[in-house]
Structures are given as structure tokens and as C-alpha cells.
């Protein structure tokens, strides 16, 4: 089965420009996250969707960050603009669904570096 | 709010040595607790998971029990190898069906 592919691996930009990150969760996986991790800590949940709609948003800076799944599959996490601050490895995960107890499953990650 | 305490790192042991790492959290209601680890240039995978008040999650050696008196889910291997180096993380369902990650304890463990 494949898992969570997540790309770029790795993007360098300048602060103020934009980048875009994609994700294809596990085929048949309803729920679909996407999760800050800055270097040291652990990942922090950004958004969470369930099929195409937006479940969580709470912690999403919405005034640079957006992001959308609007076909219920695939997901685009987009940053613009960036800050030094945005420098992390965005992580994007899946679930069957979210039901009690079921495995979120993540990708490798991409990695982010804001100069 | 719903938080995840785990001990600090790095913790180094020798190899087969005893392992704890010890959780504990906050949360509204019983969370499923789950243990998550990151190898090195790695994502996050699971290592184990309780569901409910006295399960016992193990896995490749590591077990967790969930202690709903004391909300704790502390990891412990009986023999540590070269190859659990690596970074784990504690990580309640907080209720959103979403994981909240703690800070995650870096394990190095030497020959």
C-alpha cells in the first residue's frame, strides 16, 4: 500500500515570496491533516480536513497561510508571503477517518527554509 | 487546554539497557494516547497506541500502558538496540481527532 507522498522534499525561498506544497493521502483515506514541525519540537496541527471539507483551522495563520482539498483527495498547503518564522518541515498525514482511536499515517515531510 | 508533557532529552543509554520515557497530558475526557517515532532523515511513524483505561500497546519491544488515574502513557523497553536511536513522541486524541504532540525525547543509544 502506498503511503503519504508529500513534494517538494525541500524548498528554499527569500521571505516575502510564496511556495506551495501538495499531498496525496493513502487512497481511500477520508481525513487529511497538515502539521508544522519547527526544528526541536514537536508538529503542531495546522488544518484538518475531512473529504473536502475544513474540520480544524484554528491554529492556520490564515493571514499568509491557505490551504484547500477540493476534490476530497489530494491537498495544496500554500504560504504567501513567507516569514523566516515559516522555516519548518510541513508534514502532511492521513486517516481512514476520524474515527475514535484510527491511525494517523504521515508523509516524509517537505522542508522549508526561509532566507 | 489539552497539553503533552514528556521528559526531556537527549536520553543516552548503552545498549541493552532499560528504557523509560515517561508521558503525561491533559486532555478533556479519555484521549487514545499513541506513541510516535522519528527516525533520523525520517517521517513520523507509529510505534504504538492504547485505546482506552488499562490497555497495553506494544511494539517491536516497546510497551505503554494507559493509566487513566495518573494520565500517563510512559514508554518502556526492556533492551534498547543502536537502531532505536531516534526521536519519540507522545501524542494524545485530544478529542478533535487530531494528535497533540509533546516535545519529543531524542534516544541515543550507544554500542
Known amino acids: 500500500e502506498a503511503g503519504v507522498a508529500q513534494s517538494p522534499r525541500y524548498k528554499i525561498i527569500e521571505k516575502r515570496q510564496s511556495v506551495a506544497f501538495w499531498c496525496n493521502p493513502i487512497s481511500g483515506h477520508a481525513t487529511l491533516y497538515w502539521y508544522q514541525q519547527i526544528l526541536g519540537q514537536g508538529p503542531k496541527l495546522l488544518i484538518q480536513f475531512q473529504n473536502n471539507g475544513v474540520v480544524d483551522d484554528s491554529q492556520l495563520p490564515k493571514d499568509r497561510f491557505s490551504a484547500e482539498r477540493l476534490k476530497g483527495v489530494d491537498s495544496t498547503l500554500k504560504i504567501q508571503p513567507a516569514k523566516l518564522e515559516d522555516s519548518a518541515v510541513y508534514l502532511c498525514?492521513?486517516?481512514?477517518?476520524?474515527?475514535?482511536?484510527?491511525?494517523?499515517?504521515f508523509g516524509e515531510g517537505s522542508w522549508l527554509t526561509v532566507v | 487546554g489539552n497539553s503533552v508533557t514528556q521528559m526531556e532529552g537527549p536520553v543516552t543509554l548503552s545498549e541493552e539497557a532499560f528504557l523509560t520515557i515517561n508521558c503525561t497530558y491533559t486532555a478533556t475526557g479519555y484521549p487514545s494516547l499513541f506513541w510516535y517515532v522519528q527516525y533520523p532523515g525520517e517521517g513520523l511513524q507509529l510505534l504504538l497506541k492504547a485505546t482506552k483505561a488499562d490497555d497495553k500497546g506494544s511494539n517491536k519491544g516497546f510497551e505503554a500502558t494507559y493509566r487513566k488515574e495518573t494520565t500517563s502513557f510512559h514508554l518502556e523497553k526492556g533492551s534498547v538496540q543502536v537502531s532505536d536511536s531516534a526521536v519519540y513522541f507522545c501524542?494524545?486524541?485530544?478529542?478533535?481527532?487530531?494528535?497533540?504532540f509533546g516535545s519529543g525525547t531524542r534516544l541515543q543509544v550507544q554500542p
Open positions: 501524542a494524545p486524541d485530544t478529542g478533535r481527532r487530531a494528535l497533540t
Open positions: 498525514a492521513s486517516s481512514l477517518d476520524r474515527a475514535w482511536g484510527n491511525t494517523i499515517y
